[in-house]
Nanobody
Framework: QVQLVESGGGLVQPGGSLRLSCAAS????????MNWYRQPPGKERELVAG????????YYGDSVKGRFTISRDNAKNTVSLQMNSLKPEDTAVYYC?????????WGQGTQVTVSS
């Protein structure tokens, strides 16, 4: 069955870095666009970054541009999110998402807390 398993979350001080990873299985990973969403406490889920299935097209939300980098490895069926210069407002549950047309899959989420 389809699985998206996130890892790499945790507690980090402001200005620090974290690298999230998502391991995918159960579908043809290379054919899906991959995205990272986040849901801060008490707020709606928002798209943070995305990377296309082909080519090198990437999207970043305005609040993370220049600080976060999304990448994928189709040989290993993984997508990563490198997060630098973290701020308290980056605190959220981060979700890995796979999308192709109307097909969409979600991971269970990983908590990122930015606090001193």
């Amino acid at each position: 069955q389809v699985q998206l398993v996130e890892s790499g979350g945790g507690l980090v001080q402001p200005g620090g870095s974290l690298r999230l990873s998502c391991a995918a299985s159960g579908f043809t990973f290379s054919r899906y666009g991959m995205n990272w969403y986040r849901q801060p406490p008490g707020k709606e889920r928002e798209l943070v970054a995305g990377i296309a299935s082909v080519g090198d097209s990437r999207y970043y939300g305005d609040s993370v541009k220049g600080r976060f980098t999304i990448s994928r490895d189709n040989a290993k069926n993984t997508v990563s999110l490198q997060m630098n210069s973290l701020k308290p407002e980056d605190t959220a549950v981060y979700y890995c998402n796979a999308r192709r047309g109307t097909d969409t899959y979600w991971g269970q989420g990983t908590q990122v807390t930015v606090s001193s």
